[in-house]
């Protein structure tokens, strides 16, 4: 997601970063960035921090609230030192001042997401909830009816909903990570790996603690947090 208000430099930035190959969302203005992220699965955000009903400090905060992981770039004009430090300590993971080289926004943009997609990849071999058990690496888990052996599709759907947790999922975002983009199979096969699972994993599939439906947009995994004593 590019958030920039200056419509050359985003209509430019948006050029440049599809010639690299990536999809880009622009947004032109503050209060419109919650909604698109709400909405959406963005892999990097680009946020200017002058922007009009809502500047990009306050944005960081409210998504960091979300999402401790989305790499955050802010891309702006203010260049004193303090700005700086500020934009960082409300979590941006990088700060590049304006006027910038445009081949070392491309260069940045393409490190964080490196380091990103190592970093969920590696983060997550294996994840508990509840009684449940399952280990991405081998295929194995552990549910309510004793040990489960995955397909590799299933491991691939339970990892993206549970990488994403608290997140709703698209079926379209499901069928681009699973399936990919030229074999899509019908949106009732998910449905059928979600029934699956909550037999495996729901003590009461028909009122699911962990794995839900949100009606015509897709699925989300929620962890409920423990109760204290």
């Not at 004793?146 to 993206?160: F, H, P, R, V, Y």
Request: proline share 3%; net charge negative; with cysteine.
């Amino acid at each position: 997601m590019l958030v920039e208000d200056e419509e050359n430099i985003r209509e430019t930035l948006k050029l440049n970063l599809e010639l690299e190959g990536y999809e880009v969302i622009t947004v032109a203005n503050g209060k419109d960035v919650m909604r698109f992220y709400r909405d959406q699965h963005f892999d990097l955000i680009l946020l200017d921090i002058m922007l009009p009903e809502v500047d990009g400090l306050q944005l960081c905060e409210q998504i960091r609230l979300l999402n401790t992981e989305i790499p955050i770039i802010f891309l702006t004009a203010k260049d004193a030192g303090l700005d700086k430090i500020q934009g960082l300590k409300k979590g941006a993971d990088d700060y590049i001042t304006k006027p910038f080289h445009l081949e070392e926004l491309l260069l940045r943009v393409q490190n964080l997401l490196k380091r990103s997609q190592k970093n969920s990849s590696a983060s997550l071999e294996e994840f508990f909830f509840g009684n449940n058990y399952v280990n991405f690496k081998n295929l194995d888990a552990k549910g309510l009816q004793g040990d489960i052996k995955l397909t590799k599709k299933e491991a691939m759907l339970l990892k993206l909903l549970i990488e994403r947790r608290g997140e709703v999922v698209s079926r379209e975002q499901i069928l681009q990570s699973v399936w990919g983009y030229d074999v899509y199979p019908s949106t009732r096969t998910i449905d059928n790996f979600i029934l699956s699972f909550r037999k495996y994993f729901e003590e009461d599939p028909r009122n699911p603690v962990y794995i839900h439906s949100v009606r015509s947009v897709g699925y989300q995994f929620i962890l409920p947090e423990k109760k204290g004593d």
